[in-house]
């Protein structure tokens, strides 16, 4: 499975960005979808999770209420849309499948990683 994040970029404190992923190589309705991020000098963490056919999501506690996990299974595409970004948001954001039908929440249930969006969200 190949995996290409977009939509990244630099916005202000209170604004929204839409993340993208697109997925290649493998039946995408057969792969859990996840994000993850890294900020710098931190962990990869969860951000949010949605299974085969979009039916469960799960996300980390800080983001809720702000972010909305989706998918297009015709055009084989996740998304996370980000609103109300903070500056703690600012990381390098992964977009991740696994081969199974759940919503995943840990980095090593996940089979295939994206190349990873910059987001940067200023003060």
């Known amino acids: 499975v190949q995996l290409q994040a977009s939509g990244g970029g630099l916005v202000q404190a209170g604004g929204s960005l839409r993340l993208s992923c697109a997925a290649s190589g493998r039946t995408f309705t057969n792969l859990g979808m996840g994000w993850f991020r890294q900020a710098p000098g931190k962990e990869r963490e969860f951000v949010a999770a949605?299974?085969?056919?979009?039916?469960?999501?799960r996300y980390v506690d800080s983001v809720k209420g702000r972010f909305t996990i989706s998918r297009d299974n015709t055009k084989n595409t996740v998304y996370l849309q980000m609103n109300s970004l903070k500056p703690e948001d600012t990381a390098v954001y992964y977009c991740a499948a696994a081969q199974t039908y759940l919503t995943m929440t840990t980095a090593g249930q996940y089979h295939y990683w994206g190349q990873g969006t910059m987001v940067t969200v200023s003060s």
């Open positions: 949605i299974s085969t056919r979009g039916i469960s999501t």
